[in-house]
């Protein structure tokens, strides 16, 4: 039975327990006592969504032997979790635990916002989209020029593919590669949409950088997250033990890029190889 142990066994728990919640996710990070006296095998987090809980292996959501850990697949939707950290020697015995410490993760915009012009489903899968799971061999002669999608006239699996190359990739010929969103407003808007995309993967070494522009205005560049380079041959998220890593980008679309009539969402990868879409859209925030 593991047993718990305080400083003066030699022991130690963990300090600084801290939470960066983010959309469907929250990063914990903490600091190691040095040195390590008995020797540390790993760090074990345990999580609840009350305060008062006992860790156990039912409430495990991670071991590590890093300093943080990520802990995922929490949904669209804020939610509040309470965190404890063990610290686990190499004969299977834990330290008293940290914590509890609670965080709530970030409610996304396709929960709480309204949609103006969206691509596909907010699901982790991109089975809807056009060339998925695993027809990335046909993007050069199906998307020559990439994606032009006009909201309300194109369907998602005839006009915007699963996957966005980028120069990294030479099945997409080593070059940059824009996708394009159109969508009208009947006014401009008084204040600023938001833009979601999510990702069900992403290459797990080159990633690289997503230029986001609206009316040929720049907006910003996101530098993407590692994900597990399966994304190009599977589809879905969710299935059981799924490969893929997913991620979520969620940011203000500035008014002043705006205006009524047709505007133009430019999406440019100039660096890195490709990304693997979920879905998108342009949605109105809820007021606060």
């Known amino acids: 039975m593991t047993g718990h142990l305080d400083t003066a066994n030699g022991l130690a728990p963990v300090t600084g327990l801290a939470a960066e919640p983010g959309i469907g996710r929250i990063d914990l990070t ?7 006296r008995p020797l540390v095998d790993h760090f074990a987090v345990h999580a609840a969504r009350q ?3 006992r860790p156990t292996a039912d409430t495990l959501v991670g071991k590590t032997i890093d300093t943080h850990l990520r802990h995922d697949n929490l949904g669209p939707q804020g939610s509040t979790w309470y965190y404890q950290v063990e610290t686990i020697d190499a004969a299977g015995r834990a330290s008293d635990p940290a914590g509890p ?3 709530t993760s970030r409610e996304s915009v396709t ?9 596909g489903d907010f699901d982790r899968k991109g089975l809807e989209l056009a060339l998925s799971p695993d027809g990335y061999a046909d993007y050069r002669t199906t998307f020559p ?12 699996g005839a006009a915007w593919p699963y996957l966005h190359p980028g120069p990294a990739d030479r099945w997409a010929g080593s070059t940059a590669h824009t996708f394009r969103l159109r969508f009208t407003l009947a006014d401009a808007p008084p204040r600023d949409l938001a833009l979601a995309i999510w990702l069900i993967d ?5 990633p690289g950088v997503l230029e986001i522009r609206c009316n040929d205005t720049a907006v910003t560049e996101v530098a993407l997250e590692n994900g597990a380079t399966k994304g190009s041959l599977q589809g879905d998220a969710t299935a059981p033990d799924s490969p ?3 991620s979520i980008v969620e940011l203000p679309l500035p008014a002043a890029t705006l205006h009524s009539g047709e505007n133009v969402l430019t999406l440019h990868k100039g660096e890195g190889s490709w990304h693997a879409y979920d879905a998108l859209g342009v949605f109105r925030p809820r007021l606060p």
């Open 30 to 36: 903490w600091q190691a006592r040095q040195p390590y």
């Open 51 to 53: 305060r008062h809980f």
């Open 101 to 103: 410490l609670r965080a």
């Open 111 to 119: 929960v709480s916002g309204t949609p103006i012009a969206v691509v």
């Open 145 to 156: 020029d990439g994606a032009d999608y006009t909201h309300g006239t194109d369907t998602p």
């Open 202 to 206: 992403t290459h797990a070494s080159i």
């Open 244 to 246: 893929l890593k997913p």
